[in-house]
């Protein structure tokens, strides 16, 4: 069974500097998708990034970018430029790509305090 | 506005008793999810839905069921309810082939005393 770990349950960061939240992952499919997922004091579940397991280049979404490296089964997020509104929980999901099951698989979550 | 709705926001119910969920993903999507969070399992998925029929299933208990009408909109029936049960409880969709786009509602807090 897949399971993703995140091994920050907690950290924080100035505003305007960034930060680095960590996720690795265990599976043995080589096709797959990889989330980050933010849910701020609101709770709701806001999709950050998302990454296909076959294609090598890092997604990034505007401050947000992730360092996918498939052999060690890692997926860090990268956010730069902090902001007060980046507070807020942050969950690393894993999905398998094939066929139309689509069950996600979270992490326990870092939460992440941006600091003025 | 994720374009996904649910009902109610908050629900506070005694054990023993059973309450129903309900969710209506956004126009057009054909799959529904329905997953938990609580402090003790994390997020976790119960089950998914597409176009009426399940299609896949999670650590759902046996105590809670799930359906999804024709109108797409979906319900998750919780019933002999345990405090353990107390979670948030939220349901996502996505369109037709594009599971790895879900898009989640806000969520249906229960509390379960």
């Known amino acids: 069974a897949q399971t993703v770990t995140q091994s920050q349950p907690e950290m924080s960061v100035q505003e305007a500097e960034t930060v680095t939240l960590s996720c690795t992952y265990d599976?043995?499919?080589?096709?797959?998708?990889l989330f980050w997922y933010k849910q701020p004091p609101s709770r709701q579940m806001i999709l950050v990034i998302r990454?296909?397991?076959?294609?090598?280049q890092n997604a990034t979404e505007n401050r947000f970018s992730v360092n996918f490296q498939k052999a060690a089964k890692s997926f860090s997020l990268k956010i730069s430029d902090s902001q007060l509104g980046d507070t807020a929980m942050y969950f690393c999901?894993?999905?398998?790509?094939?066929?139309?099951?689509?069950?996600?698989?979270f992490g326990k979550g870092t939460k992440l305090s941006v600091k003025p | 506005d994720s374009g996904v709705t649910q009902t109610p926001k908050h629900l506070i119910t005694a054990t023993g008793q059973r309450v129903t969920l309900r969710c209506s993903p956004r126009?057009?999507?054909?799959?529904v999810y329905w997953y938990q969070q609580s402090l003790d399992q994390g997020l976790q998925f119960l089950i998914q839905?597409?176009?009426?029929?399940?299609?896949a299933k999670g650590n759902i208990l046996e105590r809670f069921s799930a359906q999804q009408f024709p109108d797409l909109h979906s319900e998750l029936n919780l019933s002999s309810l345990e405090l353990g049960d107390s979670a948030l409880y939220f349901c996502?969709?996505?369109?037709?082939?594009?599971?790895?786009?879900?898009?989640f509602g806000p969520g249906t807090r229960l509390t379960v005393l």
């Open positions: 996502a969709s996505s369109a037709s082939g594009r599971k790895n786009e879900q898009f």
């Open positions: 599976t043995s499919e080589n096709n797959y998708y």
């Open positions: 990454q296909e397991a076959y294609k090598q």
């Open positions: 999901a894993f999905m398998e790509s094939g066929g139309s099951q689509g069950n996600l698989i």
């Open positions: 126009s057009g999507d054909l799959s």
């Open positions: 839905y597409y176009n009426g029929e399940e299609r």
